[in-house]
């Protein structure tokens, strides 16, 4: 059964990241942006990291892509936006391309896969426990991240300001 | 040309009486007939031991059985119907009608989850590899049929008077038997949570426009069906299907059709989460509350491309709005749902109910004052979230046509507003859950098992049903639910919509830093009153909790008062022809 559901969302991750790639026109893209994120956050269910799914869906899902339509809706000249790189954006593209597929394969193909007797997998966490583990263990980085979003809030708001 | 008169136009009064007197002896006859093969073949079967349990070759013997009695008690009942139809002609008509299908249908989808529910605790409980362990088509089971028979008659409830006669039908076991499956459970729960889900939009459009009526004086639908337009929504669903399906040719087809399933998509999966009692969840996810907000969320996305696809000016005005809108009312909407779960310390739905048990002044909108003030913030926003008046500027109708709306038609249109019925349900229930005390009754627990006790009902069905009412069914939470559901439609025909950047001063400089201090003060109070108890503070949110309390009854008292002085002066406020419709007139 799970193996049944794992391959039906591969598919609907895999068909919609195509799908990113290959769309011009930049609406479409992020339409297939959320096929991919919505099947990566089914297959976050499957694997029982609910927080993980739930936190995926609300910050890419119901954020992020609201904003990139809205930014795109509310910046673009005519009314279909398509996509035309230069050739040397095209080069530079192909060349980052390359070096993160070489990076992915690397990774899979020398990374263990097993899941170690007593690790994270073993029991899986409560949500009380990420928090509890931010908060205490992690607290320092959690900081860190929280000062960042604000500079780039405050640098949002002083971009966004009215001229005097 | 000879004239060919039929059975059932004859025009003679004799001659029809003749022919109802033959008809009603013909389907009382059958009737009787068959209940006695019916009752035949359960006496052969008789008695339900374990060797013929286990024996599938009773199941087609069975099937007839059930079948022959259900069909003779249909045929008497047309036979008594035929019989009796003048007196009792009135009351069937269609109206009335309605009424016993919809309470059918409710009986139907409780027993459906009271079954589900005692096989659950079944299979939970048993050991693995029971008495029967062939496997169906691979899949290894644990209960065979006899457990089931057994289970049921040491734990079904006894009838009244006598408590050691249980209700325990047979065959019954042999429709429990798959429930043990959990995909087999799945299905039916899902089919029941498609059913409430389709039931909500139908039954809450017709609700709307007769509360519509009412506030305007109006009576609202009332010849579709008969009793009150009842049938109103479905009237309206079957005109949509056959109305012409209009695609702009300018626009991105793709995705206009695409638009419609994100919008009422999302709200439907919201209900995987939900909880309509303790037991009645689909899958109680400890992230339950997030995952809801998730869903709600997404929704906005299939507005935004609606308006965009559309290529229209006044759908993209619309979809704009809507993102503005929405995006600035998630905040609020989210920072003041934090409320509650800092109260239970908890994001399972569940768990947030059953921090609010013991009477409805445990509920969390009594719990302190930034409760109180959370739960306003929240409903304000959960209206903004479901683009309702006076917040429903992506459709304001007077200024964009439509708004997103405009190029949509048919079914697709329909399909809209079905997303917007079910997410209203969805955002009032949530509030019910996370600060009206979900499914709990206004009463304490105790007293309910109390009563139940000195009736001496504690292990009859009377029992059962108490219960089921006031302490572990869903019927408060719908209640409760749909009363705010109503809130919505009144606020909607009572407030004029409000202008745009009316609408984002109020959140971002009016409802955001309002949220912030009273997340900020109830942070400092619950660290007060529950971590270092101060006393004085203890006093004071003691205090502040009753005066919560009595404003909570005054203000619901006030609202009885108010609905009663219309009804009894409703002759004066809707006009005597309406007033001569209202029920109980």
């Known amino acids: ?164 | 040309m000879s004239q060919i008169t039929l059975p059932w136009v004859a025009r003679s009064p004799e001659k029809l009486a003749s022919y109802r007197r033959s008809a009603i002896v013909r389907l009382i006859g059958l009737g009787l007939l068959h209940v006695a093969l019916a009752f035949a073949g359960f006496l052969w079967l008789e008695p339900f031991n374990e060797a013929k349990l286990a024996d599938w070759k009773i199941v087609p013997v069975l099937v007839l059985c059930v079948g022959a009695g259900l069909a003779g008690l249909t045929l008497i009942a047309g036979g008594l119907a035929v019989a009796t139809y003048e007196r009792i002609g009135r009351i069937l008509k269609w109206g009335y009608n309605a009424f016993a299908v919809f309470l059918g249908g409710v009986l139907a989808v409780c027993l459906i989850v009271w079954l589900h529910a005692f096989v659950f605790e079944l299979v939970k409980t048993s050991p693995s590899g029971g008495t029967n362990t062939i496997p169906v088509l691979g899949i290894p089971y644990s209960l065979s049929v006899h457990d089931l028979y057994k289970a049921m008659e040491s734990t079904s409830p006894g009838i009244p008077f006598d408590k050691n006669v249980r209700l325990t039908i047979p065959p019954l076991a042999y429709l429990l038997w798959p429930l043990q499956f959990g995909l087999v459970r799945d299905l039916v729960a899902m089919g029941g949570i498609i059913g409430f889900v389709s039931i909500i939009p139908a039954f809450g459009i017709w609700w709307e426009r007769k509360v519509a009526g009412r506030i305007q004086s109006r009576m609202g639908p009332m010849r579709t069906g008969g009793w009150h337009g009842w049938a109103q929504s479905a009237a309206d669903g079957i005109k949509l299907v056959f109305k012409e399906d209009f695609i702009p040719s300018g626009g991105d087809t793709l995705l206009f059709k695409l638009a419609v399933y994100i919008v009422f998509i999302p709200p439907l999966l919201a209900f995987i989460a939900l909880p309509f009692a303790g037991a009645w969840v689909f899958r109680d996810l400890d992230v339950a509350l997030l995952f809801i907000l998730a869903m709600l969320g997404i929704e906005v996305l299939g507005v935004i491309l609606a308006g965009w696809a559309s290529n229209n000016k006044w759908s993209v005005y619309g979809a704009m709005r809507e993102a503005c809108q929405m995006v600035s009312y998630e905040i609020p909407m989210g920072m003041s749902l934090l409320i509650p779960v800092m109260m239970a310390g908890s994001l399972q739905l569940t768990a947030i109910t059953d921090a609010q048990g013991g009477g409805f002044w445990n509920w969390f909108v009594f719990a302190n004052p930034w409760c109180f003030i959370a739960f306003f913030i929240y409903y304000a926003a959960s209206l903004a979230s479901c683009k309702r008046a006076p917040f429903d500027l992506p459709e304001s109708e007077s200024e964009l046509v439509a708004g997103f709306l405009t190029e949509y038609s048919g079914m697709r249109w329909s399909l809209f507003f079905f997303g917007e019925y079910v997410a209203m349900f969805v955002v009032s229930g949530l509030a019910v859950i996370l600060f009206l005390g979900g499914w709990k009754s206004p009463i304490p627990e105790e007293w309910v098992e109390n009563a139940v006790v000195q009736m001496g009902a504690a292990e009859n069905m009377i029992g059962t049903i108490i219960r089921g009412l006031f302490k572990e069914g869903p019927i408060l939470f719908i209640l409760k639910a749909a009363f705010l559901y109503y809130v919505q439609m009144w606020i909607r025909w009572t407030l004029p919509r409000i202008r745009i950047d009316q609408v984002l001063y109020a959140c971002v400089q009016v409802l955001l830093p309002l949220t912030m201090i009273v997340l900020l003060a109830n942070t400092l109070w619950i660290l007060g009153v529950e971590h270092l108890k101060l006393g004085w503070l203890v006093t004071v949110d003691t205090g502040i909790r009753w005066v919560l309390v009595a404003i909570g009854v005054l203000t619901a008292m006030g609202m009885i008062g108010i609905a009663m002085y219309g009804y009894k002066n409703n002759r004066r406020l809707v006009g005597s022809q309406a007033a001569n419709q209202l029920p109980g007139s």
């Open chain 1, 1 to 164: 059964m799970d193996a049944v559901a794992f391959y039906i969302f591969a598919a609907v991750v895999l068909a919609s990241a195509v799908g990113v790639v290959v769309s011009k026109n930049i609406v479409r893209t992020a339409v297939c942006l959320l096929g991919t994120l919505g099947g990566v956050a089914c297959l976050y269910f499957l694997l029982d990291a609910n927080l993980l799914a739930a936190i995926q869906l609300i910050v890419y899902a119901g954020g992020t892509l609201i904003l990139i339509v809205f930014g795109v809706m509310l910046t673009s000249q005519s009314p279909w936006v398509g996509f035309k790189p230069t050739r040397g954006q095209a080069v530079v593209a192909t060349i980052v391309a390359l070096l993160l597929a070489v990076g992915i394969i690397t990774l899979t193909t020398t990374a263990d896969w097993r899941p170690s007797a007593e690790g994270p997998l073993a029991a899986s966490p409560k949500v009380a426990d990420v928090g509890n583990s931010l908060l205490t263990t992690y607290l320092a980085p959690f900081e860190v991240a929280s000062v960042l979003l604000l500079v780039v809030m405050i640098g949002a708001a002083y971009l966004a300001r009215t001229e005097k």
